[in-house]
């Protein structure tokens, strides 16, 4: 329990400390006029106020990654809570506020544009393809996801295919009509009721003494599995996810003004981490050990996990509450995962979004990709997430990191966790099922070389910028 209450109190102390260091070395202007003015569309760029922003903001990058990843690295034992700590202050929501702040400084920019000007023209497609690539997994993932959970919660009397259609059609009606119109006006519902449950899991929890594990190093799960790096996998979303860099732009084009960003950006990151150390502390406690959880993700999967941390913890009509929170997570971050590959595909290609038909064209396939995946186990579908999740952040940590570093101001605060997460995420790769299968003392030579030579490209890079003196900030004083 202590270490469960400290992790909380550390990750709130961070953003009044830590986010406001991060803060000043970026340097917010707010004389400054952000992309919701200097090219409102009333479709994806238009003014909103920080509240708003906030609630949409969180419920963008708070799918089921903040939930079911924690779950999953429950089975490490309390080392979670410290990668939760850690990771989301020093790495996530820098990453957030940076990739946020960038863009908007971008006319509201993606990250393949932004990799395209910082990293290089080659990096623009390559990093085009691989986020659209990770918004479908996403936007998959978050179907599969609330889908088998309503399914549970209804007794499964509800087919399974018939809740999937309703979830696809939310999600096409979601990505094609204007922001304010549906994201807009019900996100602050689903962001009421998602406080509410993270608050009466977490509450509960603490109220009546559960047996939440201290830290020890000494016993890790599952099957002495190496804590490094697949515990920097599983927990992704709570500590660091790239998937956020690509909400992120969603919300730069409606920020008013640069001062809100600390807040709406790092600030809902470290919202998103309270809301991960609240289920790692469930899945740690309620289930007599890693053994006991084990069994019920090999019977239940997360879902099931969820289900019955609600039902024990808050009762029937509670319990059913707090599903519908965690239901309401991946559903608003897999409309806004196809919402942004439509704005990323357009941007790309420069398709102006204005009518509706523009829209279509773009979002039909995405939608028709997406639905074949859904047929894919879904275990394997979170492996891929979780690689291609982290190697999405690694890019928008080196993006960062050389927007400061040709500014000539501390670029440590992304280097040294973009640098981390590159070691992490080749390992990863180079070691797993899914990638090279290399034996793991290889697999560590190989992602340290790689490391390195990232690390070299990088500062040779920079100083190519530098020298041909690269403008950071794009003008947007003009209309779109």
């Known amino acids: ?33 952000t992309p919701a003015f200097s090219h409102k569309d009333n479709i994806d760029y238009l003014p909103m106020g920080k509240k708003k922003n906030s609630l949409i903001q969180l419920l963008n990058i708070a799918g089921v990654g903040p939930i079911f990843g924690p779950i999953l690295g429950a089975l490490y034992g309390p080392v979670a809570f410290i990668w939760i700590v850690i990771g989301c202050i020093f790495a996530g929501a820098v990453h957030d506020y940076l990739t946020g702040m960038i863009s908007i400084r971008n006319h509201g920019a993606h990250l393949p544009e932004l990799a395209g000007k910082f990293l290089g023209k080659i990096m623009r497609h390559v990093v085009n393809v691989f986020t659209v690539l990770l918004l479908l997994l996403t936007g998959t993932v978050f179907v599969s996801a609330p889908a088998d959970l309503i399914h549970n919660m ?38 009421a009721l998602l406080l509410i449950s993270a608050i009466g899991v977490g509450g509960t929890l603490v109220i009546t003494g559960a047996p939440i594990p201290e830290l020890s190093f000494t016993n890790m799960h599952p099957d002495n599995a190496p804590i490094f790096p697949l515990l920097f996998l599983t927990i992704s979303c709570g500590a660091l996810s790239g998937f956020h860099a690509t909400q992120t732009p969603i919300i730069s084009r409606t920020t008013e003004g640069e001062k809100q960003g600390r807040f709406i950006f790092y600030g809902m990151m470290i919202a998103e981490g309270i809301i991960a150390m609240i289920w790692a502390a469930a899945a ?31 009762g029937a009509v509670g319990g059913t509450l707090a599903v519908l929170g965690v239901i309401v997570l991946p559903i608003t971050s897999g409309d806004t995962a196809f919402r942004s590959a439509r704005m990323i595909i357009a941007d790309y290609l420069k398709i102006s979004q204005k009518k ?31 690689w291609a999740n982290q190697s999405t952040a690694v890019i928008a940590l080196w993006v960062g990191a050389m927007y400061l ?52 490209a990088f500062f040779v890079a920079g100083k190519r910028a530098q020298k041909r003196n690269l403008q950071l900030d794009d003008d947007i004083s003009g209309a779109a």
Do not use: C
């Not at 209450?5 to 707010?30: D, R, S």
């Not at 259609?165 to 922001?179: R, V």
């Open 356 to 386: 509706i038909g523009s829209r279509l064209w773009i979002a039909v396939p995405l939608f028709v990709i997406s639905f074949a995946l859904t047929k894919i186990d879904f275990t394997i579908l979170w492996r891929y997430f979780s």
């Open 1 to 33: 329990m202590y270490t469960f209450i400290a992790g909380i109190i550390l990750l709130v102390l961070g953003y009044f400390t830590y986010g406001k260091v991060v803060e000043k070395i970026f340097g917010v202007n707010q004389s400054r006029q």
């Open 284 to 314: 740690m406690s309620l289930f007599h050990g890693s053994e006991g959880l084990n069994q019920v993700l090999a019977e239940a999967g997360p879902a099931g996990v969820v289900s019955e941390v609600s039902t024990k913890m808050l």
């Open 154 to 191: 209804t007794s499964s009397w509800l087919p399974l295919g018939i809740i999937v259609g309703i979830i696809f059609l939310y999600y096409i009606l979601a990505t094609l009509l204007p922001i304010d119109k549906i994201i807009g006006r019900l996100y602050p519902y689903f962001g």
């Open 405 to 456: 570093f040709i500014a000539k101001k501390n670029y440590w605060i992304a280097m040294i966790p973009g640098v981390f997460m590159t070691m992490t995420t080749f390992t990863y790769i180079l070691n797993a099922q899914i990638g090279f299968r290399l034996p793991m003392q290889i697999s560590y030579v190989f992602a340290g070389i790689i490391t390195a030579a990232a690390l070299v």
